[in-house]
């Protein structure tokens, strides 16, 4: 897969991409990544990439020729032979909310254009003629689409077959199993007087499974209950929460250090 990121700040993305997974894809030749800096894209002495909003208001507009320049010139040298358009996508608040599904869309395509919007915001042809998608990753407050590039193009580069290597299969993610992980353990058996729940030390791996299956079930129900409706369960399962939910076990409240209980629902 080849990912081209059109930024006003490539500089950004030196850390992300210069560590761990990516990095090793990069490296094991799976992936390539290209920044684009797209005041490189300006024709005039100043290099002037926003400009003001017509009718007024605060803030400046990102200039929609840069950046219709720099992404048909990368159009041109990419030669999309897929029957599907390639994809040009725009980070921003105003996008899809990005989740794993999207990740594994994005995954089965061999080229990805990303660009980074600013805060000031994009002109708006560049939406209506130029991008094929806009993206978001959440409902808070970023400073510009960099940071949001970086998070989908981590999600989507280890859905790529051979970037996980040896580590855990894709598969076994919680996100994709549709229930959050269970708790894990590891050595020392007794860590200052809290001990390893016993039957992760019975060696009966039956038993082991099925207290891994509850408490992940558990924890869903606890902490993200609208996840439930889409996870796989089995009919006893799923009669089973029917029971806990009765029982309000799944109230949602959360405590914080100070004691203080609210609901688990995340309000903007
Ligand atoms: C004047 C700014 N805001 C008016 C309400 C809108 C705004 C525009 C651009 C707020 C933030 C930004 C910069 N953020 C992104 O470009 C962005 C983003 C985000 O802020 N949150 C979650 N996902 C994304 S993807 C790109």
């Not at 077959?161 to 353990?185: I, W």
């Not at 039957?199 to 439930?228: D, F, K």
């Amino acid at each position: 897969m080849h990912i081209d990121i059109l930024t006003l700040f490539p500089e950004m993305f030196g850390g992300p991409f210069n560590a761990s997974i990516l990095k090793r894809a990069v490296d094991q030749k799976r992936i390539s990544i290209s920044l684009h800096n797209i005041r490189d894209y300006t024709h005039d002495r100043h290099h002037t990439v926003d400009d003001y909003a017509y009718g007024g208001g605060a803030g400046m507009v990102l200039k929609p020729e840069p950046i219709f320049e720099a992404v048909e010139k990368l159009k041109a040298e990419s030669g999309n032979k897929e029957s599907r358009p390639l994809p040009v996508i725009l980070l921003t608040p105003q996008g899809r909310l990005f989740c794993q599904r999207i990740a594994r869309e994005l995954s089965q395509h061999s080229h990805l254009i990303l660009i980074c919007g600013h805060y000031e915001g994009v002109d708006e042809r560049i939406r209506q003629y130029l991008v094929t998608d806009e993206v978001s990753i959440g409902d808070y407050v970023l400073s510009g689409g960099e940071l949001a590039a970086m998070v989908v193009v981590d999600a989507v580069v280890r859905l790529l077959p051979g970037v996980l290597g040896s580590e855990a299969s894709p598969v076994d993610d919680s996100h994709a199993s549709g229930l959050l992980e269970y708790p894990q353990y590891t050595r020392p058996e007794v860590y200052r007087e809290w001990s390893v729940p016993e039957v992760l030390l019975s060696g009966n791996h039956a038993r082991i499974a099925r207290w891994r299956r509850q408490q992940a079930i558990q924890r869903t129900l606890q902490r993200r209950p609208e996840l439930l409706d889409k996870a796989n369960l089995s009919l006893k399962e799923a009669g089973s929460i029917d029971k806990l939910k009765e029982s309000g076990a799944n109230r949602g409240d959360v405590v914080n250090g100070y004691g203080i209980t609210s609901r688990s629902q995340n309000k903007p």
